[in-house]
């Protein structure tokens, strides 16, 4: 991946000045060796210049680990801390900040070795709210080295998004498609997270297309293209037009992502796209994303940056689909019944025409999107992706500005099921816990589109977290609640 942020923590130590320095010296040491121990070295930084008592101590502090790379900050309270220090060292730090804190170590030594942090944490979080300064604070922040070692791993993909988030752009070619209203979000806040979004028109995108008209690469890429497709290379005639349109869009990156470090592309695919390119630009979007460069369909600008952030959590591909039609009865009946701990309901199938990177299914071929040739000549509609999506765990989220500009995200974590689609496109047999009451009660009644973003693995945890950190209110938190824990518009006596 070489569209995503490199995270380097800073590990800063803190101390109240009434409470032995050594404390935190020796648990600062400690904690680096326990994660160096298990997690090696990459990644983390500790702080030597000081032990933060002050806020002389917090600017020498701040000055290093900016000096030393680091653009993740771990604010370490080796004893109670100092309130202020410790906070304003999290407020002019230009980055997301964690806050954990040390056990006690041993019932021998309570008196001169006692640090009190247990409650030095709910000083530093009752300033940090004082302060409107945003941190993010594990689920059990107080732990010995090795436990406060695997926060702040834990914190590594949390980082990595909030980071990716405040370098990113997103280029955007539209308009969206008729009827594509679902997609239609304002973009003001994207601009509150930080993302700077570039929005061109997709006669732009033509005309830069035929600036590269018998470009000296297109070849090269075009083998790029067979060798991943292998025996799947069904339609072999349309790939220097798409690896034609492949090198368009990574030139238009390189000129266009200005000061930003990362680029993500919320791209138009009909209906006029077909007729006037002569082929459609799925496969090419799956081979952007493969690399690290989130593409959504159909112009969904909060897709795109829905896609990007579960990408820096995953650091591997992720998908854009269709939560888009039910299993059929004789298909439960014959493949997951008895089979998979789901009931029906719980069962749907996610579809797109052929985004999803060939890495992430289990056989595919070059084909023509059948929708789109059920009105148009089938030789424009080549450039689709197909086949059953590999299955394996799976996390279902999407990030999403309501139409009064508010924050509303949703988390769901589930697995493909090993049962075959005997469909077309991109697709795969999703299995969600109580997806039938999450549909009705989230998806429905909070009017997210139809479009969700895929990571694949379970990582709800961590994106529940950048979520949070990012400003998402916790009650526009959703996620698929277990039975028996009611929604609110859910009516009990159903």
Same mark, same amino acid.
């Given at each position: 991946?070489?569209?995503?942020?490199?995270?380097?923590?800073?590990?800063?130590?803190?101390?109240?000045?009434?409470?032995?320095?050594?404390?935190?010296?020796?648990?600062?040491? $400690?904690?680096?060796?326990?994660? *160096?121990?298990?997690?090696?070295?990459?990644?983390?930084?500790?702080?030597?210049?000081?032990?933060?008592?002050?806020?002389?101590?917090?600017?020498?502090?701040?000055?290093?680990?900016?000096?030393?790379?680091?653009?993740?900050?771990?604010?370490?309270?080796?004893?109670?801390?100092?309130?202020?220090?410790?906070?304003?060292?999290? /407020?002019?730090?230009?980055?997301?900040?964690?806050?954990?804190?040390?056990?006690?170590?041993?019932?021998?030594?309570?008196?001169?070795?006692?640090?009190?942090?247990? =409650?030095?944490?709910?000083?530093?979080?009752?300033?940090?709210?004082?302060?409107?300064?945003?941190?993010?604070?594990?689920?059990?922040?107080?732990?010995?080295?090795?436990?406060?070692?695997?926060?702040?791993?834990?914190?590594?993909?949390? $980082?990595?998004?909030?980071?990716?988030?405040?370098?990113?752009?997103?280029?955007?070619?539209?308009?969206?498609?008729?009827?594509?209203?679902?997609?239609?979000?304002?973009? /003001?806040?994207?601009?509150?997270?930080?993302?700077?979004?570039?929005?061109?028109?997709?006669?732009?995108?033509?005309?830069?297309?035929?600036?590269?008209?018998?470009?000296?690469?297109?070849?090269?890429?075009?083998?790029?293209?067979?060798?991943?497709?292998?025996?799947?290379?069904?339609?072999?005639?349309?790939?220097?037009?798409?690896?034609?349109?492949?090198?368009?869009?990574?030139?238009?990156?390189?000129?266009?992502?200005?000061?930003? /470090?990362?680029?993500?592309?919320?791209?138009?695919?009909?209906?006029?796209?077909?007729?006037?390119?002569?082929?459609?630009? =799925?496969?090419?979007?799956?081979?952007?994303?493969?690399?690290?460069?989130?593409?959504?369909?159909?112009?969904?600008?909060?897709?795109?940056?829905?896609?990007?952030?579960?990408?820096?959590?995953?650091?591997?591909?992720?998908?854009?689909?269709?939560?888009?039609?039910?299993?059929?009865?004789?298909?439960?009946?014959?493949?997951?019944?008895?089979?998979?701990?789901?009931?029906?309901?719980?069962?749907?199938?996610?579809?797109?025409?052929?985004?999803? =990177?060939?890495?992430?299914?289990?056989?595919?071929?070059?084909?023509?999107?059948?929708?789109?040739?059920? *009105?148009?000549?089938?030789?424009?509609?080549?450039?689709?992706?197909?086949?059953?999506?590999?299955?394996?765990?799976?996390?279902?989220?999407?990030?999403?500005?309501? $139409?009064d500009n508010k924050l509303r995200a949703y988390i769901a974590q589930g697995e493909i099921?090993?049962?075959? *689609?005997?469909?077309?496109?991109?697709?795969?047999?999703?299995?969600?816990?109580?997806?039938?009451?999450?549909?009705?009660?989230?998806?429905?009644?909070?009017?997210?589109?139809?479009?969700?973003?895929?990571?694949?693995?379970?990582?709800?945890?961590?994106?529940?977290?950048?979520? /949070?950190?990012?400003?998402?209110?916790?009650?526009?938190?959703?996620?698929?609640?277990?039975?028996?824990?009611?929604?609110?518009?859910?009516?009990?006596?159903?």
């Amino acid at each position: 991946m070489n569209n995503l942020p490199q995270v380097k923590i800073g590990i800063v130590a803190v101390s109240r000045d009434c409470f032995p320095e050594s404390l935190s010296v020796n648990r600062r040491k $400690a904690l680096v060796e326990a994660y *160096t121990a298990k997690y090696g070295t990459e990644g983390i930084y500790e702080c030597p210049v000081c032990i933060v008592e002050s806020e002389i101590h917090m600017v020498q502090a701040l000055e290093d680990i900016k000096a030393a790379g680091c653009n993740a900050l771990c604010v370490y309270l080796g004893n109670f801390g100092p309130e202020i220090s410790e906070t304003l060292l999290a /407020k002019h730090f230009d980055g997301p900040a964690m806050f954990i804190a040390a056990a006690e170590e041993s019932q021998n030594d309570l008196v001169g070795g006692r640090g009190d942090a247990y =409650c030095g944490m709910l000083n530093a979080s009752y300033n940090l709210k004082l302060r409107n300064v945003t941190a993010y604070i594990p689920e059990n922040p107080v732990g010995t080295a090795a436990q406060c070692a695997d926060r702040i791993h834990e914190f590594l993909p949390i $980082a990595r998004a909030i980071i990716g988030l405040h370098d990113l752009k997103i280029i955007s070619f539209g308009p969206r498609p008729l009827n594509f209203l679902a997609c239609n979000a304002p973009i /003001k806040q994207l601009y509150n997270l930080g993302v700077e979004i570039e929005e061109n028109s997709e006669l732009d995108l033509f005309e830069a297309f035929h600036k590269h008209d018998g470009d000296e690469r297109i070849p090269a890429k075009v083998k790029e293209m067979e060798e991943e497709l292998g025996a799947g290379n069904l339609k072999p005639s349309v790939l220097p037009k798409l690896a034609q349109y492949e090198l368009t869009l990574l030139d238009w990156i390189e000129a266009h992502k200005g000061y930003r /470090k990362y680029v993500a592309i919320a791209g138009k695919c009909w209906p006029a796209f077909q007729t006037q390119f002569g082929f459609v630009p =799925c496969y090419v979007n799956s081979r952007l994303t493969g690399m690290g460069i989130p593409v959504s369909c159909e112009v969904d600008i909060y897709g795109c940056l829905s896609e990007f952030i579960g990408a820096c959590v995953s650091q591997d591909a992720v998908t854009l689909l269709d939560i888009n039609n039910t299993v059929p009865d004789d298909m439960y009946e014959e493949s997951i019944a008895g089979k998979f701990p789901y009931t029906h309901s719980d069962t749907f199938m996610g579809f797109h025409c052929g985004n999803t =990177c060939s890495k992430k299914l289990a056989f595919c071929n070059m084909k023509y999107q059948m929708i789109m040739a059920r *009105t148009l000549p089938e030789e424009v509609t080549q450039g689709t992706l197909e086949g059953d999506i590999l299955p394996g765990d799976i996390t279902f989220y999407r990030l999403q500005s309501t $139409a009064d500009n508010k924050l509303r995200a949703y988390i769901a974590q589930g697995e493909i099921l090993p049962v075959a *689609t005997r469909s077309f496109g991109g697709i795969g047999v999703f299995a969600i816990p109580e997806m039938g009451r999450f549909y009705r009660h989230v998806l429905i009644e909070k009017n997210f589109p139809h479009h969700g973003a895929v990571a694949f693995g379970h990582f709800g945890k961590a994106l529940y977290e950048v979520f /949070k950190y990012i400003g998402v209110p916790v009650e526009d938190l959703n996620f698929n609640q277990p039975k028996g824990m009611l929604y609110p518009t859910e009516n009990p006596f159903a």
